[in-house]
């Protein structure tokens, strides 16, 4: 009777044991201090804003975006997929962004076009880059350059 009681009690500092061990181990993140940051002072805490901004590759490196559209069935652009300009010159091919600096590749014929915010085309300066559409504003106007899907790709219905 004595050794059962003895093993007993051996058994109930053990569960306690490990018990206090567990418990301790789920507190031990918010007891010891966090490792010192590499950020300055002042510097917000977002990992997204403290990224090293970077610079867009050339673009040669996106020819195959525009090539072997992703979303169409056949991958080859048809003709006319992307929207022309209201005088039919500028095709806008696509548009990359990297944080908050964007590019957007316009077709002028043969001839493609890098061009980002600010910069100008011709006579034209581009005001705005978006998701979808290059707002192009110059002393007879505002144009707009969207981006529409190919003929083989069913519309979106909202």
């Known amino acids: 009777m004595i050794g059962a009681a003895l093993s007993a009690l051996r058994l109930n500092h053990a569960l306690g044991a490990a018990t206090i061990f567990f418990i301790a181990l789920a507190?031990?993140?918010?007891?010891?201090?966090?490792?010192?940051?590499?950020?300055?002072?002042?510097?917000?805490?977002?990992?997204?804003?403290?990224l090293p901004p970077t610079e867009l590759p050339p673009q040669a490196t996106f020819s195959a975006i525009v090539e072997r559209p992703l979303f169409t069935p056949s991958r080859r652009a048809a003709?006319?997929?992307?929207?022309?300009?209201t005088d039919g010159?500028?095709?806008?091919?696509?548009?990359?962004?990297v944080g908050a600096q964007r590019k957007a590749?316009?077709?002028?014929?043969?001839?493609?076009?890098?061009?980002?915010?600010?910069e100008t085309l011709d006579s034209w300066t581009v005001k705005e880059i978006?998701?979808?559409?290059?707002?192009?504003?110059?002393?007879?106007?505002?144009?707009?350059?969207?981006?529409?899907?190919?003929a083989a790709e069913p519309p979106k219905s909202q």
């Open 130 to 150: 978006g998701q979808d559409h290059v707002l192009l504003t110059s002393k007879s106007g505002e144009m707009a350059l969207k981006l529409k899907p190919s």
């Open 79 to 85: 003709p006319g997929a992307a929207v022309s300009s």
């Open 89 to 97: 010159r500028y095709r806008l091919l696509g548009i990359v962004g």
């Open 27 to 50: 507190i031990w993140p918010w007891l010891i201090p966090p490792a010192p940051s590499a950020l300055p002072a002042g510097a917000p805490k977002s990992i997204a804003q403290t």
């Open 105 to 118: 590749f316009l077709a002028d014929g043969a001839r493609r076009i890098e061009i980002g915010q600010g």
